[in-house]
């Protein structure tokens, strides 16, 4: 049998703050079990009967009575108080589909996920769903036809959380079985094994000794970096912070515009805003093209983040992917009592405070931070009310007439692979590679990361990157390039930005600084390149 668990917060103190409720407080199942019952209470709900989507085709057909087709759903919840360390700890077993009668702003987060982490042996896992969050956000599910490790799986545990394991649960010493034969865990925790009612406490004891275990930490423990944030008040206060940064133009590398759908970049031609008093066609999606859409006009927070909405386009006018909101489309950073805050697809993530400290104290010891005051600064002017900076070719042409540098961007090299850009820039008194991006969101800053490891990594293994860089320069350079010398290079990170009085690091957004850490550890550690890292105004 399978039945699915769920663990709610200390806050919860009594059954009925385990269930929604109705926009008149009333809870919305009814109550079916006896009410006497101290540490039990079971509440049944069943959905009013509807055509199902198909019945439309065939109605003008149908000779019998249509409402025998008509479909409904039952809903029940088991909900279960245990005494735990002189605590009332609430569970919730759902069944059909009782995970609709619970209130899930009060459940706790990840708990599936640690009973699996903790349960499961190191080769016991069958499949894995992830979330890539910050960049260019998408998730992904992976299955095995046997059990096996972890790290077999394409899940990379520094920019991306787990969001559902499957795994098969080992003994413990003294058991003559597993608490269960599957376990699935999520922020719930489903299981398979043959259960009775007077089963179910001592399993819930069971799923609370396996959270509480702190085994998974060994090994598991970067699921503590990210936890997805569902308490309402909190996203109140986190929304505000996003309209406000709204309101006051906030152009940062901390807020950008990132597709909350994998789009087929060869179909979508265009996207429509709308939902502000009028339509706007853009054919790329920044935070200045929405705020030009928004052309200073204040409205209330519910306007920004549900009224306006973005539809994706082919060359033909057909809508490629879902209509979605405006909210959706942000990436965004904040702080709030000291604690930092994603946004990114519509779904908030706290980060945790001890994990951006050990980032930060990482990336020192492979980046540093340079000041070219050579790099002069991006243009920026006012174009009919649009923002509108400078081109990165336009901009890395005008080094052409300087003797200090060698413009590489748009020269590129080929291979059996494809063709790359070796860099945008070479300085040639210190022998710098240098890759410029102007900010436009954390995507861009990821490619930004990966052109300067990929580059770095072919002249390292192909002479033929060597000869290319060594042909490209010598207009300019006496330098002759070998694999004894191609480590005298340093990889430089440019990235183009407004001005701020903080260093580069400080302002890059968190998974930004991830992606960076790891680049700049393979470049250092593997490559054998000296990384830094600088920023370059714009205006």
Same mark, same amino acid.
């Given at each position: 049998?399978?039945?699915?668990?769920?663990?709610?917060?200390?806050?919860? #103190?009594?059954?009925?703050?385990? !269930?929604?409720?109705?926009?008149?407080?009333?809870?919305?199942?009814?109550?079916?079990?006896?009410?006497?019952?101290?540490?039990?209470?079971?509440?049944?709900?069943?959905?009013?009967?509807?055509?199902?989507?198909?019945?439309?085709? %065939?109605?003008?057909?149908?000779?019998?009575?249509?409402?025998? !087709?008509?479909?409904?759903?039952?809903?029940?919840?088991?909900?279960?108080?245990?005494?735990?360390?002189?605590?009332?700890?609430?569970?919730?077993?759902?069944?059909?589909?009782?995970?609709?009668?619970?209130?899930?702003?009060?459940?706790?987060?990840?708990?599936?996920?640690?009973?699996?982490?903790?349960?499961?042996?190191?080769?016991?896992?069958?499949?894995?769903?992830?979330?890539?969050?910050? @960049?260019?956000?998408?998730?992904?599910?992976?299955?095995?036809?046997?059990?096996?490790?972890?790290?077999?799986?394409?899940?990379?545990?520094?920019?991306?959380? !787990?969001?559902?394991?499957?795994?098969?649960?080992?003994?413990?010493?003294?058991?003559?079985?597993?608490?269960?034969?599957?376990?699935?865990?999520?922020?719930? #925790?489903?299981? /398979?094994?043959?259960?009775?009612?007077?089963?179910?406490?001592?399993?819930?004891?069971?799923?609370?000794?396996?959270?509480?275990?702190?085994?998974?930490?060994?090994?598991?423990?970067?699921?503590?970096?990210?936890?997805? %944030?569902?308490?309402?008040?909190?996203?109140?206060?986190?929304?505000?912070?996003?309209?406000?940064?709204?309101?006051?133009?906030?152009?940062?590398?901390?807020?950008?515009?990132?597709?909350?759908?994998?789009?087929?970049?060869?179909?979508?031609?265009?996207?429509?805003?709308?939902?502000?008093?009028?339509?706007?066609?853009?054919?790329?999606?920044?935070?200045?093209?929405?705020?030009?859409?928004?052309?200073?006009?204040?409205?209330?927070?519910?306007?920004?983040?549900?009224?306006?909405?973005?539809?994706?386009?082919?060359?033909?006018?057909?809508?490629?992917?879902?209509?979605?909101?405006?909210?959706?489309?942000?990436?965004?950073?904040?702080?709030?009592?000291?604690?930092?805050? /994603?946004? &990114?697809?519509?779904?908030?993530?706290?980060?945790?405070?001890?994990?951006?400290?050990?980032?930060?104290?990482?990336?020192?010891?492979?980046?540093?931070?340079?000041?070219?005051?050579?790099?002069?600064?991006?243009?920026?002017? /006012?174009?009919?009310?649009?923002?509108?900076?400078?081109?990165?070719?336009?901009?890395?042409?005008?080094?052409?007439?300087?003797?200090?540098?060698?413009?590489?961007?748009?020269? !590129?090299?080929?291979? &059996?692979?494809?063709?790359?850009?070796?860099?945008?820039?070479?300085?040639?008194?210190?022998?710098?590679?240098?890759?410029?991006?102007?900010?436009?969101?954390?995507?861009?800053?990821?490619?930004?990361?990966?052109?300067?490891?990929?580059?770095?990594?072919?002249?390292?293994?192909?002479?033929?990157?060597?000869?290319?860089?060594?042909?490209?320069?010598?207009?300019?350079?006496?330098?002759?390039?070998?694999?004894?010398?191609?480590?005298?290079? @340093?990889?430089?990170?440019?990235?183009?930005?407004?001005? #701020?009085?903080?260093?580069?690091?400080?302002?890059?957004?968190?998974?930004?600084?991830?992606?960076?850490?790891?680049?700049?550890?393979?470049?250092?550690?593997?490559?054998?390149?000296?990384?830094?890292?600088?920023?370059?105004?714009?205006?």
């Amino acid at each position: 049998m399978d039945l699915n668990f769920y663990l709610f917060n200390e806050n919860v #103190c009594a059954f009925s703050n385990c !269930l929604k409720k109705d926009k008149d407080g009333n809870i919305i199942a009814q109550l079916i079990s006896d009410e006497s019952a101290s540490d039990y209470q079971i509440y049944f709900n069943r959905s009013n009967s509807k055509a199902p989507k198909w019945f439309k085709l %065939i109605s003008d057909k149908v000779t019998t009575d249509s409402a025998a !087709l008509w479909t409904q759903y039952n809903s029940a919840v088991i909900l279960i108080k245990e005494n735990i360390n002189e605590n009332d700890v609430y569970f919730a077993v759902t069944l059909g589909f009782g995970c609709t009668l619970i209130d899930k702003d009060k459940i706790v987060p990840n708990f599936g996920l640690k009973v699996v982490l903790n349960s499961v042996k190191d080769k016991g896992f069958k499949s894995i769903e992830s979330k890539a969050v910050g @960049t260019m956000s998408f998730q992904k599910r992976e299955a095995s036809s046997m059990v096996t490790h972890i790290n077999e799986f394409d899940f990379n545990s520094a920019t991306e959380i !787990l969001n559902k394991l499957v795994g098969i649960p080992e003994k413990e010493d003294g058991e003559e079985e597993s608490f269960a034969n599957k376990v699935i865990g999520g922020d719930s #925790c489903k299981i /398979v094994s043959k259960v009775e009612f007077d089963d179910l406490k001592v399993k819930c004891q069971k799923l609370y000794e396996m959270y509480k275990s702190l085994k998974y930490k060994e090994k598991y423990g970067f699921i503590d970096h990210v936890k997805h %944030i569902k308490d309402k008040d909190l996203i109140d206060k986190l929304e505000e912070n996003l309209y406000q940064s709204l309101i006051n133009r906030q152009n940062d590398l901390k807020i950008s515009i990132a597709y909350p759908d994998l789009l087929e970049e060869d179909r979508c031609s265009y996207f429509e805003l709308a939902g502000h008093g009028g339509k706007q066609l853009e054919y790329c999606l920044t935070i200045e093209t929405i705020y030009n859409y928004l052309n200073g006009k204040e409205q209330d927070k519910e306007k920004y983040f549900k009224k306006i909405k973005i539809q994706p386009y082919d060359s033909e006018g057909t809508p490629c992917a879902d209509n979605r909101r405006l909210y959706d489309y942000f990436v965004y950073e904040t702080q709030l009592d000291r604690n930092t805050y /994603v946004l &990114s697809t519509g779904k908030w993530y706290e980060i945790d405070n001890t994990h951006i400290q050990e980032v930060n104290s990482e990336i020192s010891n492979f980046v540093t931070i340079s000041t070219y005051q050579e790099l002069r600064p991006f243009k920026k002017e /006012v174009i009919a009310d649009k923002i509108k900076i400078e081109a990165e070719e336009i901009y890395n042409s005008d080094f052409d007439a300087s003797n200090n540098f060698v413009v590489l961007d748009q020269k !590129l090299y080929h291979n &059996s692979n494809g063709k790359i850009e070796i860099a945008d820039l070479y300085y040639i008194p210190d022998k710098k590679l240098i890759h410029i991006k102007k900010k436009t969101n954390s995507s861009t800053l990821s490619h930004l990361f990966s052109q300067g490891y990929v580059s770095a990594y072919l002249l390292k293994t192909e002479q033929g990157c060597i000869d290319k860089l060594n042909e490209l320069i010598r207009d300019k350079s006496t330098e002759i390039y070998d694999k004894n010398t191609i480590n005298d290079l @340093t990889v430089i990170y440019a990235i183009a930005t407004e001005r #701020c009085e903080n260093n580069i690091i400080e302002i890059l957004p968190i998974f930004s600084k991830i992606n960076l850490l790891n680049f700049a550890k393979n470049l250092t550690n593997v490559l054998g390149y000296k990384v830094e890292i600088t920023q370059i105004n714009i205006g």
